[in-house]
């Protein structure tokens, strides 16, 4: 894996801030997703659209840039796993006011979150595993001001005895370690273009995630079709190869029969966007 150039403590938040909105950007751009909102309109989603999407991820802004200034150089601590906490909450209350009270990040502020503090706290350099291993130590953490609340999500959790949001960050993001940047990297090699590798990315998550949000929506039926199809498109040779785009399309329409949209693994390309954003940093202007 390649080393983060060297971001300077100075302008480092701020740049940190913009990568972050950019890649929630770039995620929700990304077409054709499965069930998801693009650019083609709102998948699955009857509350959501591009332009709602885009304006929540602006709102993000400051918190992820307050995040990095409140993470610069600091050890982990409980102290700062509440400051994150609190933080992370603030912005939860930005993107509902910036989208009349509609979900659209909320996964995304917490995996993102994540690694943007723990890009700062090794100040501004260190490799993908270094970051996502920071990001475990401070998702391990107790948050002891979190309210608590019985989410779609952890019901989800409890009822289907999966991993969901939490255990994928405590456990150092193992599906972007382990399937989507190697994917990424791997279609790129392959000389197919950037959405063909970003596509074939989100399918390598889509192949093993425990998805709460399609749990919620779909039960285990939803959840094994993504499986399923997102194997048969990478099994054709990814998006980039006709039988690949095929068996995509195939994916598209099963999960919008079953009103199905994986939005916990949307939020992780969207972190998988990021930290291959750090490696490249000219994407970020
Ligand atoms: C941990 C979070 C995501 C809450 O998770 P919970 O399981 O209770 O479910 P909830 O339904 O609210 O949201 C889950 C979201 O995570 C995403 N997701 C779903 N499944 C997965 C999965 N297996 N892996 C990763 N993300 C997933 C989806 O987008 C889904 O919408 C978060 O909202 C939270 O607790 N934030 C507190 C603020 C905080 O501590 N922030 C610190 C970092 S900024
Ligand atoms: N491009 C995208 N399209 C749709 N969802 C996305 C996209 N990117 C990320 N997501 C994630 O999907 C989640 C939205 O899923 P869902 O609509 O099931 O959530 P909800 O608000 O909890 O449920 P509901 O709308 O059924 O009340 C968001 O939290 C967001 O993190």
Redesign the pocket.
Known sequence: MKLLPRIEAEGGADWLARAATQSLIDEARLSPKPGLVDSRGNGAHHDLTLELMERSAHSLTP?FQA?AQQSWLRPVDVAL?QT??????E??QQMMAATGGV?T??????????L??AVAMLGGSGSAEAITATAAK??QLP?EA?PK?????????HRYR????????QQA?P?IMRLALPQLQQSRQRGGSETAARLDALMAIMTS????????RSGLDGLETMHEGARNVLRAGGVGHPHGWQALADLDRKMLALNASP??????LAATLFLDRLTTPNLAN
């Not at 990040?105 to 994540?114: D, P």
């Not at 609340?149 to 959790?157: E, H, M, P």
């Not at 995630?209 to 919620?216: E, G």
């Open positions: 918190t995040l796993r994150i906490g609190r933080l992370g909450r912005g939860e979900n990040h909320r996964g995304a502020i917490w995996a993102l979150g994540l943007v503090s401070l998702a948050d979190a609340v019985f989410s779609k999500g952890l019901r989800a959790t999966v991993p969901g949001a939490r255990e994928e960050a993001f599906h995630l425990s998805d709460t949000c399609v749990l919620s939005g916990g693994a949307a939020d992780l």
